[in-house]
């Protein structure tokens, strides 16, 4: 096995594209809520695409276990780190989305939402502390992206080795 399964490729694009949305949704909810417009549908809707990111993370571990993965590169000090990023990744993907489901749970957005009373919808998130959680997450999902798609980058230009190969849908064999 020298690439990742047609499903784990499938999930690992997907992923990016949800985050993007979900990431997207994020900022819009943020923002209205500053700007004092923020509406339940907006809450419902990053709640429902970072929810998706979850249930996506969870169908890769599980692909990942039914499936395999290709032998590792190598066995650099780089090529340690970058396991080591991998199984960071993972876990973001897991507590980002539990940690914005706690902060509804744990703040009047569940309520305003359970009700579908907009006015209930908190105009700050005093003393939730889900919602620093949420935040602190974000920013490391956004380092960890980025030394991720450096990595990759670099295999790709400046070492040429093909491993952009392992996670393509495109078959060698
Ligand atoms: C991987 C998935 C997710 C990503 C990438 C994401 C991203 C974000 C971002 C960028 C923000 C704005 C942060 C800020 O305040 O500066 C945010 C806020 C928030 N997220 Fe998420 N989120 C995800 C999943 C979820 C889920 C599953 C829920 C709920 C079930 C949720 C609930 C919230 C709430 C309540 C806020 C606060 C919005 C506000 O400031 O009023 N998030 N999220
Ligand atoms: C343009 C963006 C991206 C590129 C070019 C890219 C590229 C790659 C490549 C080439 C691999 C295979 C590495 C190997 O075989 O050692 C990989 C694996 C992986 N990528 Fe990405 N990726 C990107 C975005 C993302 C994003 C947004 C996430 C999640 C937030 C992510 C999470 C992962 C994980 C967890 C693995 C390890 C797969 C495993 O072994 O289970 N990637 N990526």
Known sequence: MTQYSKRMVIVHWLTLAVLVAAWFLGDVVHDARKAGGADIVGYVLHAVVGGAVLLLTLARLFFRRQDGVPAPVGASLMDKVAKGIH???????????????????TSDVGKAIASGDATLL??????VAAHEVHEVLV?????LVVVHVLGALKHQFLMKDGLMERMSLRRKD
């Not at 199984?87 to 749970?105: D, E, K, T």
């Not at 908190?122 to 003393?127: I, R, T």
């Not at 920013?139 to 380092?143: D, F, Q």
């Open 87 to 105: 199984h960071a990744l993972y876990a973001v993907l897991i507590l980002l989305p539990v940690s914005g489901m706690m902060q509804v749970l």
């Open 122 to 127: 908190p105009a700050k998130f005093d003393g």
């Open 139 to 143: 920013t490391v999902l956004i380092v």
